[in-house]
């Protein structure tokens, strides 16, 4: 178990370096800084004076050093227009585009299980296409405009939620419903398939050969075991809802880290964007790192491969 | 449980899939025809704007106006004009990101598979870092540094959405790779690249074509939302995500400015989704989500 976690750790390391080198790159490569700092109106001259003060005029190598080793300690440099230390904006927003993340994984593993269950339960059935059916809907369902759709429903008609902003917990029902949308198909189809797998196995038969009610089996023996690839996805999942949350946190002007990565992508506040792009791909490394870990731990033939 | 009696419970329901694959080619067919034939069915210059009729009510509302079958929008440009000119770009998106991705995942995948060892720890260590990379976040990013254009959001989905070609085309070569026509594809003194192009692609093919349809919806959705967003396609081209942003405003008012679009977005990406679920059945390409 300890030699498959260092050699997960080295990978994840080394995925890290990998997109942190791209997360640099991605500023540099897409035209020149100094100009798009400097706007339209500015002469020749002061984009050579902030090209220099921004020390963009060093070799790339040197920049990209200095970058990465400021980064290792927290430090992104300061924000352009915000005018604060980059690490405290995100740290200021973390907690909200956190908590949409996880309202948004509780109500799609609250939908997606029950149905993954009944459409494994009923198999070939009716009900089985017709769970299909859902997730095939939910995955064609265009987020922003559900999110739109949502503010015109329950927002303005019947006046239950809030129809944008940050503050109360109402704020987070809606765009976390609509963020759930994007888990809902691959978790249902999974909890399907693994309960599916489970239900043919031979130990449920034997749970059945025993006379356990059908309640019990169901519960405690079937999805017990389909549980385990579901957590290690959900956990997946949870990395690209906080990747994809930029879109939703934009419609609902809920003012989490993506609607900062937006505010700041449209002001051409590079050092942000370079660090919310890197903090949220370091997320998701994290993630899917714990969850391989934990399946290895659960499921011990995993380990050897 | 012996086969045979599952056998007739899984043939019950069949003709629903069936209906999927149809219903899926049909909806994406026609979407696409009417994209081709977009100058020749459209009722009106889907550019001309028109100040003096701005949010003319579509057809199924009281005062709508025959000529303007859906409407007009917020500048008095006719709607199902800027739908028909909006099904264009969808669909240009969805094939030429397809083919762009589709061309580096297939590539990465077959040679992964095929070569393994070394090549293959490459291949899944650029897949693993391709996925930790937050699409919709660089892709905004990238438009916002470099200016919106049609070509560049191609490019940077084209560059972003590989991963899955790249998972499957690798997976499958793996399992073609010791089969018997490739060692008699050897025997024969087939070279590495004629067996790669001759024997193997042929038999991932189909395989690959559900990942298509798979991407291609990815594909018009982000764009959409990057439209949406005020960084994709730049206006006052009519891509459907960038009609939902300018009716935006008046949505409270007139909701049907939304809804028009976002409809045909809808059944357009769902008709996709259709069409690959119906040929992975169809092609026994087994579970490639």
New interface residues.
């Given amino acids: 178990m300890l030699r498959f976690a260092l050699r997960r750790l080295t990978?994840a390391l080394?995925?890290?370096l990998?997109?942190m080198v791209?997360s640099f790159m991605?500023?540099r490569v897409?035209?020149d800084l100094a100009i798009?700092i400097a706007g339209a109106s500015a002469t020749q001259q002061d984009v050579e004076i902030i090209r220099h003060a921004y020390g963009l005029d060093r070799p790339l190598a040197m920049q990209f050093i200095d970058w990465i080793g400021r980064a290792a300690v927290g430090d992104f440099g300061e924000s352009f227009f915000f005018k604060a230390r980059t690490a405290d904006l995100i740290m200021d927003r973390m907690p909200i585009t956190l908590t949409l993340g996880l309202v948004g994984l509780g109500i799609a593993l609250l939908v997606s299980i029950p149905l993954g269950v009944l459409a494994a339960v009923r198999?070939?059935?009716?009900v089985?296409?017709l769970v299909q059916l859902v997730a095939?809907?939910g995955?064609?369902?265009?987020?922003?405009?559900l999110g739109?759709?949502l503010?015109?429903t329950l927002g303005?008609q019947l006046g239950w939620l809030p129809i944008s902003g940050t503050g109360s917990w109402e704020h987070y029902v809606m765009p976390g419903i609509v963020l759930s949308f994007s888990a809902i198909p691959?978790l249902t189809?999974l909890t399907r398939?693994g309960m599916i797998q489970a239900l043919?196995s031979d130990y449920i038969r034997t749970a059945r050969a025993k006379g356990l009610s059908r309640l019990s089996i169901l519960g405690k023996h079937a999805l017990r075991n389909a549980a385990i690839p579901v957590v290690s996805i959900a956990a997946v999942q949870l990395g690209f809802m906080?990747?994809?949350s930029?879109?939703i946190e934009?419609v609902f002007a809920l003012h989490g880290v993506?609607f900062l990565?937006?505010e700041s992508?449209?002001k051409?506040d590079?050092p942000v964007?370079q660090a919310?792009?890197l903090v949220?791909?370091l997320i998701?490394?994290g993630l899917?790192m714990a969850a391989d870990l934990l399946n290895a731990l659960l499921d011990p033939r995993l380990r050897a491969s | 449980?012996s086969g045979t009696v599952v056998m007739p419970?899984?043939r019950?329901?069949d003709w629903?899939r069936r209906t999927g694959l149809v219903a899926g080619a049909l909806i994406v067919g026609l979407v696409l025809l009417v994209a081709i034939l977009a100058p020749w069915i459209t009722p009106h210059d889907p550019f001309v704007q028109n100040l003096d009729n701005r949010l003319a009510v579509p057809f199924w509302m009281e005062g709508a106006e025959p000529d303007h079958l859906l409407g007009t929008d917020g500048l008095g440009r006719d709607y199902l004009s800027r739908l028909i000119y909006g099904a264009r770009i969808s669909m240009l998106i969805g094939l030429l990101t397809v083919v762009t991705s589709g061309v580096i995942g297939t590539t990465l995948g077959v040679l992964g598979g095929f070569f393994g060892g070394k090549v293959d720890d490459a291949v899944l260590?650029a897949i693993?870092?391709r996925?930790?990379?937050?699409?919709?976040?660089?892709a905004?990013?990238?438009v916002?540094?470099?200016g919106s254009s049609l070509m560049l959001v191609i490019l940077v989905l084209g560059l972003l959405l590989w991963d899955r070609f790249a998972v499957v085309a690798r997976s499958t070569t793996m399992q073609v790779r010791n089969l018997d026509y490739v060692a008699a594809a050897w025997a024969s003194g087939l070279s590495t690249p004629a067996i790669l192009v001759k024997e193997i692609l042929p038999n991932i093919a189909s395989h690959l074509a559900v990942v298509a349809t798979l991407e291609m919806?990815l594909a018009i959705?982000l764009e959409?939302?990057l439209s949406?967003?005020?960084?994709g396609v730049p206006p006052p081209l009519p891509s459907w995500?960038l009609m939902?942003a300018e009716g935006?405003d008046y949505?409270?008012f007139s909701?049907w400015v939304?809804?028009v679009p976002?409809v045909a977005?809808?059944i357009l990406?769902?008709g996709i989704?259709?069409l690959g679920?119906g040929l992975r059945d169809l092609l026994g390409a087994g579970?490639t989500?």
């Fill in positions: 990978v080394l995925v890290a990998t997109v791209l991605l500023t897409s035209g798009s198999e070939n059935t009716w089985d296409r095939m809907i995955q064609a369902m265009p987020s922003f405009w739109l759709i503010m015109i303005l691959a189809r398939s043919g906080l990747g994809g930029i879109v934009t993506g990565a937006w992508i449209s051409n590079f964007v919310v792009v949220l791909a998701y490394i899917t | 449980m419970a899984r019950r329901f629903m260590f693993t870092c996925l930790a990379i937050p699409v919709v976040l660089v905004l990013a990238v916002g540094l470099l919806a959705l959409a939302a949406f967003l005020g960084l995500g939902i935006k949505m409270f909701p939304i809804f976002g977005l809808f990406v769902f989704n259709l679920d579970d989500r």
